[in-house]
C-alpha cells in the first residue's frame, strides 16, 4: 500500500494536488466540506502574461504567463478561448503605450515556450499574442457587420468598435490572447476524473475539525455526515483556502497572511454579437476603478469594477494580527459565504456595476441583474495586497500550505508538494513530472451536464456553466 495523504479543501488548489498525487503509488482522501468541488471564491481569467495588472513586476507576468499556459494544458476543458480588450479610459491618468514594452516581452517569451515545445502554443500563434488599435483604426471597424463566428482579432474587435464610446478613449486599445476560464466545468471535470480514481477517495460534506502533528505523519479528526472521525496519514496538505490559517492556528503553525472578500456581478443584456472580454482600465479602490465585463454564452456578462461600491468592500481586507492569530474578516462577510445575500444588496451592487461599465458601452445600460454575485474570500499570503504569483509553503515536516492566489499556480504548486514527499521519504520512486494533455480528461457530454447542474444548484444560470469557444484563434 502507497502513503497515506490526506488533502483538506477541495477547491482548485485540492483537486490539482489530489489529480496530480492520484496518478502516484499514494493513497489520496480529499476533504471538503461543501458538497460539491470548486465551491470557493470564483475565477473567470486566465492571466496569461497578467495584463490586467500594470502595478506588478515584469517577473510576475512571466510566471503567470507560462503557468497560465501549464494550465491551459492540464484543464483544457475549462478553457474558453476568446481574446481580451484592454482600454485605457481618457480619465484615467495612464498612457497606454506604456504597456507596449511589456506585451513585446512576453510575446518574446511566448514565442521561446513555443519553440522549445510546439505543444505549449495554447494562445494560438506567437506573432497574434497581441494586436494594437488606433482610433483609425476602430474607425474602419465600425463600417463592418460584427459576427457570431469571430475568427481574426478584428473580427473580435467590430462590436468593441461599433458599441464603445471611443471618443471616451486612449490609444491604443490592445487585444490579447488572455482567455476566460469556466469554474463550472472544472468543478464539474474533477469530480468525475476523481470518482474515477481508485487511490482517490473523495469525501464531500466533511469538515475537518483538527490536525496535529504525530511522529511520523499527521492525525486528523473531521466530521462526517454528523459521525466524528480521525485517522492518521504521512503527509497532509492544507489547501483550506482563506481557512487555511485557521486550521493551522490549532496546529501550532504561524503563517502571515491577508483574506480579501471580493464578488462580480451576472448580468443579462440582449446583444447579438460575440463579445470579447473587456478591461478598462482605473486606479484601484477609487471610484473609477478597473472595470471588467466578461461574456458568456446567452447573453450573460459577468462585470467587476474595482471600487468599493462594486467588487470591493469597506473592511474586506483582512490583514495579518501578528502572533498564531489568524487573520479575521469581519462576520458580515462570513455570514455571506455561509447564507447568502439579501436581494436588494445584488441588485444594488449589480446595478452600480452596469452603470460603471455603461460608462464606456453605452448601451449595456439595458443590462440587468440575472443572479446572486460570484462571491468569495481568498488568502493572500504575506502582507502585500497586489501579490498575483504564489505557490506553496512547507513550514512543519510532511507539511504543504497551498498558497495559491490565481488559479493557474497550481501545478507548479502539486509539483513542488511532489518534490517535498520525495524529500520527505513519503514517495520513494522517481516520480515524471506532470504529464500533458491531462489524461482523465472527462467525456464532454457528461461534463457539460455536470456543470449546468453545478449552475443551477448554486443559482447561477446554466448559460455561466458553458464556453462559447472551444478553440485558440
Ligand atoms: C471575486 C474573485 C474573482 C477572482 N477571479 C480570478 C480569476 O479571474 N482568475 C484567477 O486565476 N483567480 C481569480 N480569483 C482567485 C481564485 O478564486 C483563488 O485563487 C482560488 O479559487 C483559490 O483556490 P483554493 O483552492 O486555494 O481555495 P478555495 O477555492 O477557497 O478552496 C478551499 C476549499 O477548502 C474548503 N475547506 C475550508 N476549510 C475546510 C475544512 N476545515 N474542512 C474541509 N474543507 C474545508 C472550502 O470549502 C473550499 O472549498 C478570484 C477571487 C475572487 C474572490
Redesign the pocket.
Known amino acids: 500500500m502507497g502513503a497515506r495523504v490526506a488533502v ?9 494536488t489530489a489529480l496530480v498525487l492520484g496518478r502516484l503509488d499514494v493513497d489520496v482522501t480529499l ?4 458538497h460539491s ?11 496569461a502574461g497578467g495584463n490586467l495588472y500594470r502595478e506588478i513586476s515584469d517577473s510576475q507576468c512571466l510566471k503567470l504567463l507560462e503557468q497560465s499556459i501549464d494550465f491551459a494544458r492540464f484543464y483544457p476543458y475549462v478553457v474558453d478561448y476568446r481574446p481580451t480588450v484592454i482600454a485605457t479610459p481618457k480619465s484615467d491618468p495612464s498612457d497606454p503605450s506604456d504597456l507596449i514594452p511589456r506585451l513585446l516581452m512576453l510575446k518574446e517569451e511566448y514565442e521561446k515556450i513555443v519553440q522549445n515545445d510546439p505543444n505549449s502554443a495554447v494562445l494560438g500563434p506567437p506573432e497574434h499574442y497581441f494586436t494594437l488599435y488606433e482610433k483609425e483604426d476602430l474607425k474602419k471597424l465600425i463600417e463592418l457587420q460584427p459576427t457570431t463566428e469571430p475568427k481574426s482579432a478584428d473580427e473580435w474587435m467590430i462590436p468593441v468598435a461599433g458599441e464603445l464610446d471611443i471618443e471616451n478613449l486612449k490609444f491604443p486599445v490592445v487585444l490579447v490572447q488572455e482567455y476566460g ?1 469556466n ?1 463550472f466545468r472544472l468543478g464539474a471535470g474533477v469530480a468525475l476524473a476523481l470518482s474515477a480514481m481508485k487511490n482517490v477517495q473523495l469525501k464531500t460534506s ?4 483538527e490536525i496535529r502533528a504525530g511522529t511520523e505523519g499527521w492525525r486528523v479528526e ?1 466530521t462526517e455526515h454528523g459521525r466524528e472521525l480521525c485517522s492518521s496519514f504521512d503527509y497532509l496538505v492544507n ?6 490559517a ?2 493551522e492556528a490549532i496546529a501550532g503553525i504561524y503563517s502571515e497572511r491577508m483574506i ?5 456581478y451576472i448580468t443579462k443584456w440582449k446583444t447579438p454579437w460575440q463579445w470579447p472580454e473587456i478591461i478598462f482600465h482605473g486606479e484601484r479602490g477609487t471610484p473609477r476603478g478597473m472595470g471588467q465585463f466578461t461574456p458568456y454564452p446567452g447573453g450573460y456578462f459577468q462585470l ?1 469594477g474595482m471600487t468599493k461600491e462594486i ?1 470591493l468592500f469597506n473592511e474586506g481586507l483582512a490583514r495579518p494580527r501578528g502572533g498564531l492569530m489568524p487573520p479575521k474578516l469581519p462576520e458580515n462577510f462570513e455570514k455571506k459565504i455561509e447564507r447568502g445575500w439579501e436581494w436588494s444588496e445584488v441588485q444594488k451592487r449589480t446595478e452600480a456595476a452596469i452603470s460603471h461599465i455603461a460608462r464606456f458601452i453605452p448601451s449595456f445600460k439595458t443590462a440587468e441583474t440575472a443572479s446572486v454575485p ?6 493572500i499570503p504575506g502582507d502585500d495586497p497586489t501579490l498575483r504569483v504564489a505557490e506553496v509553503e512547507f513550514p512543519a515536516a510532511r507539511y504543504a500550505r ?9 501545478l507548479d504548486m502539486a509539483e513542488a508538494i511532489v518534490r517535498d514527499m520525495q524529500r520527505e521519504g513519503v514517495l520513494q520512486s522517481i516520480v515524471p513530472s506532470i504529464a500533458f494533455p491531462h489524461a482523465n480528461v472527462p467525456h464532454e457530454r457528461a461534463l457539460g451536464a455536470l456543470a449546468a447542474r453545478l449552475a443551477k444548484e448554486r443559482g447561477y444560470p446554466i448559460e455561466v456553466s458553458r464556453r462559447s469557444r472551444f478553440e485558440p484563434l
Request: with cysteine; hydrophobic share 45%; aromatic share 10%.
Open positions: 483538506v479543501g477541495g477547491g482548485v488548489a485540492g483537486v490539482t476533504f471538503e466540506k461543501s468541488l470548486v465551491s470557493g471564491p470564483p475565477f473567470c481569467h486566465l492571466h476560464l469554474l466533511t469538515e475537518v475539525k473531521w489547501a483550506a483556502g482563506f481557512k487555511t485557521e486550521l480579501e472578500f471580493k464578488a462580480a467587476h467588487t460570484l462571491f468569495g474570500a481568498q488568502q497551498c498558497e495559491i492566489v490565481k488559479v493557474s499556480s497550481s
